[in-house]
C-alpha cells in the first residue's frame, strides 16, 4: 500500500497577510510605524520579485508559493540586482520569517513548508569600521554655522543636540518643543527606535543654547523643535544636508575635515566614543544611544585604538632577542605544544 505524500494546502496569500498585518503586527504586538513600513516594504519586494521570476499575480499568490527556494532565490536577488549588502538581506529574511511564523501557527498544515523556510539562516557580515571625529573636529562643526540668520541658529542647536545627545536624524528630526525639559532635570525626551523612549541628560551649555532657540520659535508644545523653512519637521536628508553644510563650512580652519564622509551616524558614532574614552561604562552608553542590547554597544570596545594604546603602554613589552640556537629537541617540543 504506497503512503501518500503530505501535500501543502493553497492558502491565499492575500487574507493571511492582511491578518498578520492588522491583528498580528498592529494590535497584538503594537510595533512602531518604522518597522511595519520596513516589513510592508519586504512583502512589495517579494510579490514583485515572484511576478517578474515566476509570472504569478500578487492576488494570486498563496502562501506555499513562498517556499524555501523562492524565499533564497529572491534573497539572492536582492544582493546581486539590487545591490543590497548582508544587513538588508538579513533584515527581509526576519520579516519573511515572522510572517511564516505566524502562519503555520495558524495553520498547522504549514508547518512543513514553514520549517524549512525558518531553517535559512542569516548571512554573517563584517561590521564596517566604526569612523568617529576627535573632539577639535567636532567642535569645528559645531562652531560653522552662521548664527545671524535663523537657519544659523537652527543648525548649531541641531548639531549641538545630535553630539550631546547622540540621538539617530529619525529621532532627532522628530524631537518637539514639549520633549525638553529645561529646568530642574535638563534633559530631552527622545522617542527611540521601536517605540523604546529614553530621557538624555543635556550640557548646561545646550541648554543655554535652547533657550534662546525657544525665544525665536514662540511655538506649541507639539510643534517641532527643529523646523525647516516651511514650518515643518525637518526630513532625514534635511538633516544630511544641513550637516553637509556644516562640515564644509568648517574645512578651511579644519584641515582633518577635508574629503571627510560625514554623516548624521557618523556624530552618533563620535558621541558614543567620546562617552567610552571619558570612562563611562559600556552599559550607560548602551541606555544613552537607545539600544536593545549591550552587544550593539561593543563595536565602539573594538573601535576604540586610544584605550587599546593606553593599556598597551602598562603592558611589558617581550624580549625580542633572537636565542643563538634552535635545537631540534626545542623545535619538537614547540609542535607538540601547539
Excluded at 38 to 44: A, Q, V
Excluded at 81 to 107: D, E, H, Y
Excluded at 182 to 203: C, D, T
Aim: hydrophobic residues 40%; contains cysteine.
Amino acid at each position: 500500500m504506497k503512503t501518500q505524500k503530505s501535500v501543502t494546502p493553497k492558502v491565499p496569500l492575500g487574507p493571511v497577510l492582511r491578518r498578520y498585518f492588522c491583528e498580528y503586527l498592529v494590535s497584538q504586538r503594537d510595533l512602531s510605524p518604522q518597522t511595519i513600513g520596513s516589513y510592508r516594504d519586504t512583502f512589495r519586494l517579494l510579490l514583485g520579485y515572484l511576478e517578474r521570476r515566476y509570472r504569478v499575480k500578487p492576488d494570486a499568490v498563496c502562501v506555499d508559493d513562498i517556499d524555501a527556494s523562492r524565499v533564497l532565490a529572491f534573497l539572492d536577488d536582492l544582493e546581486q540586482r539590487r545591490g543590497n549588502k548582508a544587513r538588508t538581506r538579513n533584515n527581509r529574511l526576519a520579516a519573511i520569517r515572522s510572517f511564516i511564523r505566524q502562519a503555520a501557527s495558524a495553520n498547522p498544515l504549514l508547518l512543513p513548508m514553514a520549517q524549512r523556510v525558518l531553517a535559512i539562516p542569516a548571512k554573517r557580515f563584517e561590521r564596517a569600521y566604526v569612523g568617529y571625529l576627535t573632539r577639535e573636529q567636532m567642535q569645528a562643526i559645531l562652531d560653522a554655522p552662521d548664527v545671524t540668520t535663523f537657519s544659523g541658529q537652527r543648525d548649531r542647536v541641531l548639531l549641538m543636540l545630535l553630539y550631546n545627545t547622540g540621538a539617530r536624524v529619525s529621532e532627532l528630526a522628530g524631537l518637539q518643543v514639549q520633549d525638553l525639559s529645561l529646568e530642574s532635570r535638563m534633559s530631552v525626551h527622545i522617542r527611540g527606535k521601536g517605540r523604546k523612549n529614553r530621557s538624555v541628560p543635556l550640557w548646561r551649555q545646550t541648554v543655554k543654547m535652547l533657550r534662546s532657540w525657544l525665544r525665536q520659535l514662540d511655538s506649541a508644545a507639539d510643534s517641532p523643535l527643529l523646523p525647516n523653512s516651511r514650518g515643518n519637521r525637518m526630513s532625514r536628508s534635511g538633516v544630511a544636508q544641513r550637516l553637509s553644510l556644516a562640515v564644509k563650512r568648517a574645512e578651511p580652519g579644519c584641515f582633518a575635515l577635508q574629503s571627510a564622509r560625514i554623516s548624521p551616524h557618523t556624530i552618533r558614532h563620535t558621541t558614543a566614543m567620546h562617552l567610552l574614552q571619558s570612562g563611562v561604562d559600556l552599559s550607560v552608553i548602551a541606555m544613552w544611544l537607545g539600544h536593545e542590547t549591550i552587544q550593539t554597544t561593543h563595536q565602539y570596545l573594538d573601535a576604540d585604538l586610544e584605550s587599546k594604546k593606553r593599556a598597551l603602554a602598562c603592558l611589558k613589552p617581550p624580549n625580542t632577542r633572537r636565542s643563538s640556537r634552535c635545537g631540534a629537541d626545542d623545535i619538537m617540543q614547540f609542535l607538540k605544544g601547539l
